[in-house]
T-cell receptor, first 106, second 114 residues
Framework: GQNIDQPTEMTATEGAIVQINCTYQTSGFNGLFWYQQHAGEAPTFLSYNVLDGLEEKGRFSSFLSRSKGYSYLLLKELQMKDSASYLCAPPGKLTFGTGTQLKVEL | EAQVTQNPRYLITVTGKKLTVTCSQNMNHEYMSWYRQDPGLGLRQIYYSMNVEVTDKGDVPEGYKVSRKEKRNFPLILESPSPNQTSLYFC?????????????FGDGTRLSIL
């Protein structure tokens, strides 16, 4: 199967660092996507990890461990505009799940 | 500009009145799909298409139809809409599903069925 587990909600302070974890039970897939979705808007692509390790892209980094079925999205220097839902999904996933709702506070 | 365009963006209609939501992409993508998003349930796939004339059911296909007569267009058809189809709908496309290409989403269509 392709069960995905993410925390439902997280709260962090502007300027801080937050790590959003994603665990999954799957087989035969290649990599993992992360998307960002602001309320009422379309999801937008953030990152795709195809190999194990850390991929850095500006303030956002994503990590993947295929053997452990584990990934995380790391957001640094948080800004208010980072308040959104963050979705992890393997390629070809039919249903994304509810994602993690991140709230950034002053 | 590369984009996925959905129309209409908003629609309020009544039960049983057939409607079509159009979706068009200008990126020559092979893979297109439709999702609905409801509070607490996340994004659920309705139908997808691997290429022209190739469509398949997603997770929640009941009450919907699709067609893929041209590569760029993938309309979603509700033959007899019902209130439980009130939702936010997204169309998405990607270069190739098998290669793990990211999906590009349209801006969404908010449907209210009374």
């Amino acid at each position: 199967g392709q069960n995905i587990d993410q925390p439902t909600e997280m709260t962090a302070t502007e300027g801080a660092i937050v790590q959003i974890n994603c665990t999954y039970q799957t087989s035969g897939f290649n990599g993992l996507f992360w998307y960002q979705q602001h309320a009422g808007e379309a999801p937008t692509f953030l990152s795709y990890n195809v190999l194990d390790g850390l991929e850095e892209k500006g303030r956002f980094s994503s990590f993947l461990s295929r053997s452990k079925g584990y990934s995380y999205l790391l957001l640094k220097e948080l800004q208010m505009k980072d308040s959104a839902s963050y979705l992890c999904a393997p390629p070809g996933k039919l249903t994304f799940g509810t994602g993690t709702q991140l709230k950034v506070e002053l | 500009e590369a984009q996925v365009t959905q129309n209409p963006r908003y629609l309020i209609t009544v039960t049983g009145k057939k409607l079509t939501v159009t979706c068009s992409q200008n990126m020559n993508h092979e893979y297109m799909s439709w999702y609905r998003q409801d509070p607490g349930l996340g994004l659920r796939q309705i139908y997808y298409s691997m290429n022209v004339e190739v469509t398949d059911k997603g997770d929640v296909p009941e009450g919907y139809k699709v067609s893929r007569k041209e590569k760029r267009n993938f309309p979603l058809i509700l033959e007899s809409p019902s209130p439980n189809q009130t939702s936010l709908y997204f169309c998405a496309s990607s270069l190739d599903r098998a290669l793990g290409q990211p999906q590009h989403f349209g801006d969404g269509t908010r449907l209210s069925i009374l």
